[in-house]
Structures are given as C-alpha cells and as structure tokens.
C-alpha cells in the first residue's frame, strides 16, 4: 500500500524504502522470530534425548556383544563339523580292506553312506594312490567347500578323505562379521552420534525458524508496512495534502478497510474544500454582479426617460416637417438607445438574479420523478429540442429544492440547446443511481467542451458564446453544490459534451 | 604402559599419515593414565636412514588373543617417533596400521601391513596368536627418516600403540549407515533421510583412540644409533 500520489519518484528511493524497516515492523518482526524459536531450545533437548533413546534402542550392549561373538560361534560350528568329519575319516579308515581292490569298492560305498563325504583316496607311503572313489553326484546342498580329513594309516599310509562344507556359512559368516564390526563402530561413536543428529537437528530446525521468519517478517511486512503507508499519508493530509491517496490493495482486511476509509475521508474533506472555495467564490462574484447591476440599473431609467422625452418633444415640435432627415436619424438613434438599454437590462437582471440566488430549501423528492414533472411543465424544452430520458433506476430519492433544480436543468438544457445551434437540438437526460449518489445526466451533440476549459466552465462570466453572460454554469455549479452535491463536465459517448450532478441519496 | 580399554573394530585405511601420526604422537595421554612404559629398542643407520628395531611386546599382553582371535578384523596402529629432549613434536615418526582377521575356518592369523611405503599393505598369514605376537612386538626395521633430522642434543623414542583406534575408513562407513541405515544392513530399497544425511554430513572424528599404549625409551643421543 503506496501513496498513490505524490510519492518520491527513482528506483534508488524505492530500494531504499524497500530496506527501511520501520519500529512497528521490527517489533513484529522481532516477535515473530522469537515465536518462532522459543520451542527450538526444547526441540532440540528433546531431540538430544529422542536420538540418546534410540541409540540405546538400537545398540543394545548384549546385542552388540552377541553380535560380536557370532564369528566365533561359526568358528565352533567349524569345529565341530571338522571333528565330526575327522571322526567319520577316522571310522571309514577302520574299515579299509587291506586289497586294493576291495578297498576301492569299500571307499565307493562309504563315499556313498558317509554324509558330506565327496572324496576318499588310500595314499600310500609313496604317494601313490591304491585306491580312490569320489562322488560324481553334485554336491548335497548346492555350493560347498572343501573340508579334507586325513588318517594315517599303519605303515605310513594315509585315508584322505574330502568332505563338503556349505559355503552359505561362509557368506553368513562374511556378512554377520560385517554387521557385527558396522555395530560395534556406530557403537564407539554413539556419543559422537548423537551430538551429530543434534547438530543436523538443530541445522535443520534453525533453517526452518529462518524460513518461517523469513515468512513471518515478509508477512508483517505487508501489514505494516501498509499500516505506515497510512501513517505517512496522514501525516500528509495534516499537511495539507488532500491529493493524497493510499492504495488499498486487494485485501478484505482491517487495514485495508482503514484505508478505504482514510481515502473516503480525504476525498469528502477535498470535495467539501473545493466546495466551499468554489462557494466562497461564488458569493465574491455574487457581490459584484449585484453593485454591477446596481451601478448599471440605476443610470438606465434616466437614460430612458431623457430619450422618451427628447423623442416626444421631437415628434411634436414643428421642426420635425422641416428636417425629416434629423428625424429620421433620431429615430434610428432612439432605436439603438432602446435596443442597449434593453440590453443592459437584461444583463443587469441576469446579474440581480445572480445575486439574489436564494438559500436552497431542500424537500424529499425523486429525481427520476422531478425530471418527469420538469419535461412535463416545460414545453419550451421540448419545442427547442428532442428530448430523451433514460431512468436506470427505479427509486432515486434525494433533497432538492424544485425551483432552484428546476432552474438548474433549464440552464443545462438552453445550453445543449445553444451547442447545437443552427440545427436543432438532442438532449439525452440520464437518472441513474451510483453508490450513494443519485446521478443526472444532461448530455449534447454539440461540440462538446475542450477538455482545457472543463474546470472554468463553471466560474462566472466565463463564456464560448458570443451573447452570453457567463452566468448560466456558475449559478448550476453553485445550486448542485448547496445540495451537498457536484458537478462535471467530459465528454459524450457518441459526441457531445455531457453533463452529471450527482446529488446525496437520502 | 596403561590399557584401557579393548574393542575389536573394522578395518583401516592406511592411517599412518605423517601428519596424523604426529598429531597422535604429540596428543596428552588420558587423564587418570600411568608414565608410558619403557621402550626397549636399537637404533642403527643404514645407507642414511635411522632404522629401529622395536620391543612392544608389553603392549601385546597374552589377554589380547581373546580380543584379536574374535573373527572380526582388528586394527593396531604402531606410530613411533623421535622426539627431542624437553619436547613434545616430533622430529621423525613413522607410522603403520597392522589390519588382523583371525580365519575361524582356517584358524589362523591373516595379517595385513600397511604404511607410507606399501600403502596397497603386505599381506602374510600367521598360524598362531604366539606367532602374531611376536610379530607385532618386534617390530623390525622401521624407518624413522634421514639421519640428518636426529636431534643432536639428545632425544628419545616413543612408541604409541593403538588397539583398534578410529579409523577413516570406520567413519565413512558410520556415516554412510546413519545416512542410509537399510543399506547397512542389506535391505532391499533402502533410502535415505535428510536428517540421516545431515547427522551423517555433521559426524565428526572423536578423539584418538582411548584404548593406546604408550613406550618410550630413555634418553638418547646421536652416538647411540650406530653407523651413523
């Protein structure tokens, strides 16, 4: 929200006032960050102890020492099957026949009884092998790995014997080891752990106190800073600036109601201003057009008189038959006497009648209905003239004084007359209802008025037209205003000048 | 010599860094903690070099076989350092991590060295704790550095041993298991928290590892280290 008028203009004025932050911006600012926070210092104790709860959870010291005692279980595991295997080399070596072809036969059998034996060879003292067998089947479960087993036999042979071992215990064990050493590390680093996820905690939360700062500050700033928009405009207005504006922006809320408000205000205190400085003009105008008509009226009926009786003498003297050529000139002369005389007249009764503008006497009427009743008792309006109306409302309920707004629409009427002169006259009169304003329309298809000389249009003896007194708009101007209303002049759709009173609804 | 305490861990990126060591090397034994023990060592020169030859047999007590022979890998970090008399920087180090996986099929010791000189580690298979043992304390030609940088007025070498220390290598793997815990464990579809990756970004290094022993030899000078 900016002062809409007025406002310091360059870019470097707007960065700068981008970055000033004013007391009432800071202190919501600063509270909104300390809201913000506050619950921090407790999240992150919390956050300490949830992480401290969870390492304990998760590192249990008899899961983490049974973890740690899984390789040497697999080790008792090997142990075991290596003396089973031994203790099965060792029964298979008992039952060897001394032949060796019977021992080959006898080997085959017990390659084939013997679990997890693949292989058994008598090797004798030579190295040489008297008698072997070997499992040609694939191995019992799969993958395995080889599990020798020698027995010395008498006279320095030897039973080899090959057993099968599962490989997956290997892999178990490479994998358990893994996990068991990955434990005890996080482990040693529990602590360590901890202050860590703290840390991150606490980086994270702050991140997210700045953002939501960060959000709250340009929030706040959005309040206040429109807030001390409105300030600053006020300031203004004490100043005397009733050009100011404030622009409400799009928001329903309080502050922007205030600013419509604070924008409603200054534009009734600028209306009534130029309503009472355009008033208090009227009236100076108004004391002169009364001495004027004064100093004008009284010489006029002694000039008249004097003629009359210069006239009359004439027209009985004897002379007149002698120089018919003077009477003729005195004729002629006693017709331009007249004809000024009467001009004066008028003017000095245009000025009296300018002068003598009575006090509005306003009484409940409707304007729509005020217009019918004026179109129906002025004939001269419609003789002069097409008139159309247009009502966009029903109801338009306002004060007026009859007579004076009477006068008032017969002075814009004579003008749009007077504007389409040689040919005749359209008037499109228009009452419609706008806010709390109801709003007549007189509009013409004249020239229009040039937009330079809207504004003086309406100040006395201001005039376009050769025979006018300048009067006509000024006394409207001064009528519509004593009904609280106003006046303006622009441009007809269509061509044409256009005039629209906007008078209080009541 | 103090032992506080011993916890087998994962394996270890070479961690023998001159500056790491030299930051474990100048790190205040813990509070609470005894006089480091005595060093037995020779020092000898060879082809410009200072070469020792260590005894950290007290820092291998016969209890530790419990701890190292558990099937998981287990990670001894060896730094040890010329320090001048009345300092506290070292003026030569060297540093090795010593990687052990007892085979609880094969039963016995896969070993694997590693220091700025073979970072890629030397691998060999010990078939008994006693042989691992020995291995580990006599510690054999170590090179400390030129002989030039021997501090002539006097020294004395310090040994830090460290039984499953932190590693680099430990820590990445925590951080990519708080950053993406299903993974961790193999499940299917894992994801990732941006809270997990944010602990995971802010998971910092401890201390060194508390679980250090400390040897230091007596006072040296530059005559001791023959062939100089």
Known sequence: MTPASGAPAGGWRRAVGLLRVSRFELKISAALVLAATLPLVGALFLAGRVAEENLALGLDPRVVARLATVPALYGDLFQARKRLYAEQARAVARGLPPDAARASRYLAAAVERVPHLRRAAWVRKDGAVAAEAEDPGPPAEGQWREAPARVELPGGDRLDCTFEIEARFFAELDEARELAELVQGVDALRAEIRRSYVRAFGALLVAMAVVAAGIGILLARRTTR?????????????AGDLAVQVDPGRSTDEVAGLARAFNAMVREVRESRD????????SGWQEVARRLAHEIKNPLTPMKLAFQQLDARWRSSAAKDVDPEFGRLLGEAGEIVRDEIGTLQRLVDEFSG???????KPEPADLGEFVDDFLRTSPQVREGADVELVKASDRTPVALDRALMRRVLANLCANAVEAARPGRARIHLGVARARDRAVLTVGDEGPGIDRAQRERVFDPYFTTKQSGTGLGLAIVKKIVLQHGGEIQVGDRPGGGAVFSLALPLT | MRRVRSRPRAPARLTAAAALAALALAAPPAAGSDAPGTLPLQLAARGGRVVATVDLATAF????EHELANGLTNVIAIYVAVIPAGGRQPAMLYGRVVEILFDVWDEKYQVTVKDPYVPQGVRLVLPTFAALRGFL?????????PVSLLPGDGFFVEARVEVNPLSKEQLERTREFIANPAAGTRAQG???????????FLLREPDAGADVTLLRSGPLGPREVPGR
């Open chain 2, 137 to 145: 304390s006599q510690e054999r030609g170590l090179d400390l550095g």
């Open chain 1, 226 to 238: 429109r807030v001390s928009d409105l300030v600053g405009a006020v300031r203004r207005l004490a």
């Open chain 2, 61 to 64: 007590p016969a209890s530790l």
């Open chain 2, 190 to 200: 894992g994801s990732r928290s941006m809270l997990g990756a944010m602990a995971s």
């Open chain 1, 354 to 360: 300018f002068a003598k503008l009575p006090e509005v």
């Open chain 1, 275 to 282: 309503r009472i400085v355009y008033l208090e003009k009227i």
